[in-house]
Nanobody
């Protein structure tokens, strides 16, 4: 069993930045892929970034956010961070951390292919 806990959300003015953190506990060796998603009410959950959990260098980002977002996996602390720059009002959403027992090339950004989810952390961008 795996437990995920997000933190770092809040209210930010447009143009600002945020760093979200996902803490992972439990059967960590079973995890093959970690990801961040976001969701606004009435819309499907949208993939933001995903990364293989075996320490490989590659990170896949959603095209809509590429250039403004970076994700990193810290094995020493069992955390995955998400840094978002130049925040826009349309970035306002609940941000979720997700983990899968399958490889990232298979899970892609399909939310139904992830096995574990955190409770989410709210990000609100407004002036």
């Amino acid at each position: 069993q795996v437990k995920l806990q997000e933190s770092g959300g809040g209210s930010v003015q447009p143009g600002g930045s945020l760093r979200l953190t996902c803490e992972v506990q439990g059967d960590i060796p079973s995890i093959k892929c970690m990801a961040w998603f976001r969701q606004v009410p009435g819309k499907e959950r949208e993939g933001v970034a995903r990364k293989v959990s075996d320490g490989g260098p590659g990170v896949e980002y959603a095209s809509s956010l590429k250039g403004r977002v970076t994700a990193s996996l810290e094995k020493a602390t069992n955390t995955m961070d998400l840094n978002i720059l130049t925040l826009k009002p349309e970035d306002s959403a609940m941000y979720y951390c997700a983990a899968a027992e399958y490889a990232c090339y298979w899970t892609d950004f399909r939310a139904d292919r992830y096995d574990y989810w955190g409770q989410g952390t709210q990000v609100t961008v407004s002036s």
